[in-house]
C-alpha cells in the first residue's frame, strides 16, 4: 500500500545450546515447533561452525530456524502509517 521498502530478509535464526545440557531442552522445543508445522532442526557443532566460523568452539550444537525472517521496524512504521494516512 505505501510502496516503502520495510527490509524484509529471511536469514533464519539459530537458538545456541551453551552447553551439553541444554541440548534436551533444544530437541523439544524442535519437537514442538515440527507440531505446530513450523521447520526446526538441530544443528550439531560441527555443523554449527560451518554456519558460524565466528562462534565459540566450545557451543555443542543449536537449533535452527531457517524460515525465520525480520523486518526493519522502523521502516514498518513508516510504512503502516503512511497506509493509514491514506486508508
Same mark, same amino acid.
Given at each position: 500500500?505505501?510502496?516503502?521498502?520495510?527490509?524484509?530478509? @529471511? #536469514?533464519?535464526? +539459530?537458538?545456541?545450546?551453551?552447553?551439553?545440557?541444554?541440548?534436551?531442552? +533444544?530437541?523439544? @522445543?524442535?519437537?514442538? %515447533? @515440527?507440531?505446530?508445522?513450523?521447520?526446526?532442526?538441530?544443528?550439531?557443532?560441527?555443523?554449527?561452525?560451518?554456519?558460524?566460523? %565466528?562462534?565459540?568452539?566450545?557451543?555443542?550444537?543449536?537449533l535452527l530456524f531457517?524460515?525465520?525472517? #525480520?523486518?526493519?521496524?522502523?521502516?514498518?512504521? @513508516?510504512?503502516?502509517? %503512511?497506509?493509514? *494516512?491514506? *486508508?
Amino acid at each position: 500500500l505505501s510502496g516503502i521498502d520495510i527490509g524484509y530478509v @529471511r #536469514h533464519g535464526l +539459530l537458538e545456541l545450546a551453551m552447553g551439553e545440557g541444554d541440548l534436551p531442552e +533444544l530437541a523439544l @522445543r524442535r519437537d514442538w %515447533q @515440527r507440531a505446530a508445522g513450523l521447520g526446526a532442526e538441530l544443528v550439531s557443532a560441527v555443523d554449527l561452525r560451518k554456519l558460524e566460523p %565466528q562462534l565459540s568452539t566450545e557451543l555443542p550444537g543449536a537449533l535452527l530456524f531457517s524460515e525465520e525472517a #525480520h523486518v526493519s521496524a522502523r521502516a514498518l512504521a @513508516r510504512a503502516l502509517s %503512511q497506509a493509514a *494516512a491514506v *486508508a
